[in-house]
Structure formats: C-alpha cells, structure tokens
C-alpha cells in the first residue's frame, strides 16, 4: 500500500484545502472530539487506516455495506463492470434489470427512477408530490432527516405548532415557509396541524425509522395513525427509507409496517456501497416525471454501471442467504455482549441498546422507549465519546457521534462478534488501571 504518512498529518493538510478538512460532516470527529482516522483500505468487517492499523467496523459506511467491504461476489461484479464501461450518459440495460427486481418484489414500487444520493431523491419525490397535489406545504417531524435539501434542512420553531426555523445557515425564510415541523409520537399533534392546515399540504414525509438522530423506534399505531390523517385530508405519504430500505429486510420497514407509501425514497444498498438513490412508487405520480411528465429531473451520472450491477448483486444475495434473520441474530449476540461489557465496568453509568433488525444504538438506560428527540438523556453525548475513543484504541470502529446509528453486516461473524468482546473487554480494563 501507498505511504501517505499519519492520519494527523494528513489532517492538518486536508483542514489547508477542504472545508474542516473533511467531506462530510461527522467525518471530522467534532462531536467525540480529537483527530479522525484516515482509511486507506477495507475488506469484509475490517478497516485499515494509513499507518496500517486494521479496525472492526460497525459503521459500514454509515449503513449500505450490508454483506461487508468487498465482498467477493459483489467484487467480481465490480471487476468485470470495470472492463465494460464507467459510465455512460445514455441508456443501459443494467439499471432495467435492477429496477425490474425491486418492482417485482415490492407491491408499492410501481415504477422507479435512480439518481444519485439520498438527498436527490427526496429533493424529486417531493417535487412529484406537489406537483400531483397542486399543494406547496411539506410535513416533516424532528428527528428524521431527509438530507440536506433547503427545505427539510429545518426544525421545530418556538411559536405555533408546525412552524419551523432553519437548521443551517444560508437557508433563507422563503425557503423554509412551505415546510411544517413536528414532534414525533405524537398524533393529536398531526391531527391538529391537518385540521388547520390540510387543504395545503402536499405530502407527510417520515423515516418510519428514524436513523438519522439516535435509533428513535416509532409505535406502529403512531405511523399508521398519521397514515391514516394525511390521507383523509388528500396529502402524500412518503416514506424515506433511505437507511432502512433493503436493511431491516427485502420491504423495507413499510413491508414490515404493512403500509403502503405513496412514495419511497432508497439509497445506501441498492447501490452496493456505490453513490446511488431512488424515488419510486405509484405509477401514476412517477409518470409525472420527464420525459414522460412536467416533472423535471435529470441526472448526468444518474444510474451508474457500477452502482446497478453491483446493488443488483447485493440484493440478489441477500434474497438467496436470508440475510436478514442472519444480521437480526447476530446484532442482538453484538449488543447483549458490548453491554454486558459496558456495564460491567462502567456500573454507574447504567448502559442500555436500542436495536432493530442490524442497525443498534448504544446510549443511558430511560424509563421507556426513546421515541422522540427530546428523550434522549443528557449528558448522551460525552458518555458515548467517551466509549467511542476506548473502544477506538484498541481497533473497533464506531460512528463517530453518539447520533449516528451503528450496523452489522454478513461479513461479522461469529469470529469476528468474540474478537470484538476481547478487544471492548482489553478497552475498559485498561481505562478502569
């Protein structure tokens, strides 16, 4: 491998030409504190950073990389891929059989149309929904994030129910004014908004698993209630599952709901670790969309080889090794293990877990549920940053911020489960010296 030098020197080189010296965010360590590691390699569960340490992963890319880094077969395809074509900016036939196996298998993706991110995505389903609706207002609810569009980038105001103010700077109040904010687990809440504001509401847009802000796990009733209001009023529904699609299992969590979203947003494994998005569902609002409709959107890079054939490849296996009670088993062998280990040796700070199918979230114990922004407890931040940097020394790769969820892949087996045990259980013995 090439020699690139230290991940704090390359650090403070990235900070002289990149924004924070990183592309992303929570790439650069700001809310654990100190320097980020650089990878220059992965393979199956394991990271290798610049100076040729190897980390286990738990963040797998922050989601896509269901099977693992590399996996052979997915890497075969990628291969051969490589030797026919990059890209093309024309029509192709490996996006066809990609979409047809997702349509064949979802009884609510009708049609679909591949782009290039999460973000894109919800940018295009929403326009596909006001358009549909002639309406212009968006419902969305704290705690679930749709990427970082204008208009959803925004929270909960301080005033009236509904009324939001902007999460980022550059994000004009003309730009947020359609969007409506609110709590989540809380249907009276969506009942009163709807009744004031229904006639201009375009579309009700959640992650029926709230990934994005803790593992924030919504009642069933809840989601099928607000279903239910946005409907009686004429609005949208879509369901952005754009972590959760294809990773709690084959439908997505609507599968595992039984509702049926009007729209659908995915991302992360349909492209098999590649940038790659979806919008999809009714065939009636899809064919809303150019150049069949008056809905404009286009995409150069849009529908990638590499992408398709290897996300076609991912799922192909996935269906065929039921990986999904696979991943299900081993998370809860992760999480039940790290806690006994967390709480072992950190007995005071009474550790609990939040999972759901592969995706886990470690944070303090609460007398119920953590559904809703809000109850998370105080003080999550610096306990987790804690953790993180412990388990981080001695090779196990989190998310680095106590907000991120954590995932496990068919890479992580059982060797790998108790390799992670003896490295967590070496971290806290030596903080406890």
Known sequence: MKSYGSSEELFLRAKKVVPGGVHSPVRSFRSVGGTPVFFQAAKGPLLTDVSGKEYLDYCLSFGPLLLGHRDPEVEEVVRETASLAWSFGAAEPYSLELAEWIVSRIPWVEKIRFVNSGTEAVMSALRVAR??????????????????????????????????????????????????????????????????????IAVLVIE????????????????????????????????????????????????????????????????????????????DLLDLVAPQGPVYQAGTLSASPFGMRA??????????????????????????????????????????????????????STPSPIRTVDSIPNGHKEAFANVFHLLLTEGIYLAPSGYEVGFTSLAHTSEILEKTFDLAEKAFKKNKV
């Open 131 to 200: 358009a549909a609706t002639g309406r212009n207002k968006i419902l969305k609810f704290d705690g679930c994030y749709h990427g970082h569009l204008d208009s959803l980038l925004v929270k909960a105001g301080s005033g009236l129910a509904g009324e939001a103010s902007s999460d980022s700077a550059g994000i004009g109040s003309e730009l947020i004014g359609n969007t409506l904010v609110l709590p989540l687990d809380d249907e009276s809440a969506v009942a009163e908004l709807f009744a004031r504001e229904g006639k201009n």
């Open 208 to 283: 029926p698993l709230p990934a994005n802000y803790g593992l924030l796990v919504q009642r069933k009733e809840f989601l099928q209630k607000i279903v239910e209001i946005a409907r009686s009023h004429g609005a949208l529904v879509l369901f952005d599952e754009v972590i959760s699609g294809f990773r709690v299992g084959l439908r997505g969590m609507s599968g595992e709901l039984g509702i049926r979203p009007d729209l659908v947003t995915y991302g992360k494994i349909i492209g098999g670790g590649f940038p790659v998005g979806a919008y999809a569902g009714r065939a």
């Open 311 to 364: 996300g076609l490849a991912t799922l192909v296996k996935c269906e065929r090794e039921n990986v999904y009670s696979v991943l299900e088993e081993r998370t809860k062998r992760l999480t039940d293990g790290l806690l006994a280990i967390f709480r072992k040796y950190d007995p005071d700070s009474d550790w609990s877990v939040t999972a759901h199918s592969s995706l886990f979230w470690f944070h303090r």
